[in-house]
Each structure stands twice: as C-alpha cells, then as structure tokens.
Nanobody, 123 residues
Framework: VQLQASGGGLVQAGGSLRLSCAAS????????LGWFRQTPGKEREFVAA????????SYADSVKGRFTISRDNAKNTGYLQMNSLTPEDTALYFC?????????????????WGQGTLVTVSS
C-alpha cells in the first residue's frame, strides 16, 4: 500500500488548508485512517483519525473544533480540513492506515505511512 499526502503549503494565521491522502489501489475502505504531525526535535503527534466507514472520528484536543477528518472510500482518498490555523500547527503532516483498530491515536498501531506534506503557518 502506498500513500500520497498533499495539500500542504504556506498560509497565514487564521487561514485554512485541506490535506489529501490518496491510497494506491482500492484499499482505503479496509483501513482506518489517521493524520499525525511532527516538528523537528519532537515526537510524532496524533492529530485525527477516522474509522473505515467514516462513522467514528477522534481528534487531538489541540485541534478539536478547528480540524475535520473525512474520507471518500470510492475515491480512495482521505482528507483533513484545517481551519483557524495558528503558527503552532506548523509541522510535517503524515497520513497513515491502520488495519485493526477502529480509530487510534497511537502511531505504532498504524501499518502504512505516507511521505508527509509540510504545513507552515505564518503569524
């Protein structure tokens, strides 16, 4: 399984971005999808996760009410809508697939990872 994350970029504080995560083949429906982020010198941090059907979601407290995770299994693509961005959201964002858990905030639960897309929020 290969994942391609995209949609990152430079945005001013208060702005929005939508990240996409495209999976190779017709596989996305078999996995829970998660988004994580990482900044230099820090551990990878959970952002959001969504179950296979999309019926269950989970968010880090730091992004609740601002970020929305979604998925379109027919298009084999997941999304992370990010609103009201702050400089603290600046990071390399990764999408990942989890074969077993419904939704998980634990990075070691995930089986496949994309290469990351950089989000930079200026003040």
């Amino acid at each position: 399984v290969q994942l391609q994350a995209s949609g990152g970029g430079l945005v001013q504080a208060g702005g929005s971005l939508r990240l996409s995560c495209a999976a190779s083949g017709r596989v996305l429906r078999n996995y829970a999808l998660g988004w994580f982020r990482q900044t230099p010198g820090k551990e990878r941090e959970f952002v959001a996760a969504i179950s296979r059907s999309g019926g269950s979601t989970s968010y880090a407290d730091s992004v609740k009410g601002r970020f929305t995770i979604s998925r379109d299994n027919a298009k084999n693509t997941g999304y992370l809508q990010m609103n009201s961005l702050t400089p603290e959201d600046t990071a390399l964002y990764f999408c990942a697939l989890d074969r077993w858990a419904e939704v998980s905030g634990i990075s070691r639960d995930y089986d496949y990872w994309g290469q990351g897309t950089l989000v930079t929020v200026s003040s």
